[in-house]
């Protein structure tokens, strides 16, 4: 396997050349910024050591915060060409703020995200329902879409055990939090008649699949058999992970994504297995291909996006920690 650290620092720095001088990080150069895919790219920067250009990062998120704690969807040169208000991309603010505070041991950062991560989880709670679940976005004209998505929730899980993190160092009380958490987790867990109900996973999404897992909502053996339970659906061998189990096209970043949850779930020598599929994917200039259609072994599309290399980084990363538990 190719070192595994040179690939953080190649991948991490490929992300911070197309950093704006804003803080933002656009999916590739003239491209769109979105919320959640530029916390996925500081958070890889903070793994690589880039920790100036991580806080960038969220220095850019504190500024265009819209007052009521949410984000738009997507940004791009400065007007916004999506105003949806995505639950997920809002929530996940306070785990990037967690992770940024986990690699700097920064307080006064912590302190000073503290009112935007809190507004963002507040805004993002407004979407959950009496049964826990959390509906999926807020329309361009105010009106919650109707559905709720299981890997969006699952997300958003994460984030509000990160915003209670963050809460307990600074000691903050936010116990709706903890509560709207188990609510959450109980329908991820017990209740996946809630979600997609209106034809969101139509196409079988591999991120419905594996994010109750990659974001710890479901673990230890449930969390196994929901990864080889559906390993066949999804994986091509020697190639990775399908975007949606209808297509033969393989992407990057779902895989990355894999590997972690493998990780997770400590099948450390299947992820270093999956994580060599990919390695033929790395572009000599910088960067990895986004994805490829089977069998006609096309890639596509042609650009490469920053949060595909921030997956890299983090499946990366992950293999290095397991490895170092591991003692190797």
């Not at 991580?54 to 969807?73: M, T």
């Not at 990659?214 to 992970?241: P, S």
Request: glycine content about 10%; some cysteine.
């Amino acid at each position: 396997m190719k070192d595994k650290y040179q690939i953080i620092r190649e991948q991490a720095a490929f992300i911070a050349e197309h950093q704006l001088q804003t803080g933002a990080i656009p999916w590739y150069q003239g491209g769109i910024i979105d919320p959640w895919d530029h916390i996925e790219c500081a958070i890889a920067l903070d793994v690589a050591g880039m920790k100036k250009e991580a806080g960038r990062a969220y220095d850019w998120l504190k500024r265009i915060q819209n007052s009521d704690g949410s984000w738009y969807s997507g940004y791009l040169d400065g007007y916004v060409p999506d105003l949806t208000k995505d639950a997920n991309f809002i929530s996940y603010t306070a785990t990037g703020v967690w992770y940024h505070y986990l690699f700097t041991k920064d307080e006064g950062f912590l302190q000073e995200m503290w009112p935007v991560a809190e507004r963002g989880l507040d805004f993002t709670l407004r979407l959950q329902q009496p049964t826990g679940e959390i509906l999926w976005s807020f329309d361009k004209n105010g009106r919650p879409w109707p559905g709720a998505l299981i890997s969006g929730s699952s997300c958003i899980w994460q984030s509000l055990q990160s915003g209670i993190k963050i809460a307990e160092v600074l000691g903050r009380e936010k116990p709706e939090w903890s509560i709207a958490g188990e609510k959450l987790s109980r329908a991820v867990r017990y209740r996946p008649e809630l979600f997609d109900r209106h034809g969101e996973d139509e196409q079988r999404f591999a991120t419905t699949w594996f994010y109750p897992v990659l974001t710890g909502v479901l673990e230890g053996q449930a969390a196994r058999d929901r990864i080889f339970g559906g390993w066949d659906e999804f994986v091509v061998e020697g190639w990775g992970c399908k975007c949606v189990s209808t297509a033969p096209w393989v992407t990057m970043a779902e895989t990355t994504e894999l590997i972690m949850a493998l990780c997770l779930i400590g099948e450390l020598d299947k992820a270093k297995m999956v994580f060599d599929w990919i390695l033929p994917f790395q572009d000599p200039a910088g960067g990895f291909k986004t994805g490829i259609k089977l069998p006609e072994e096309l890639i596509w599309p042609e650009e490469k996006s920053t949060w595909t290399s921030a997956g890299v980084v983090l499946a990366a990363s992950a293999i290095a920690w397991r490895d170092d538990r591991n003692g190797g």
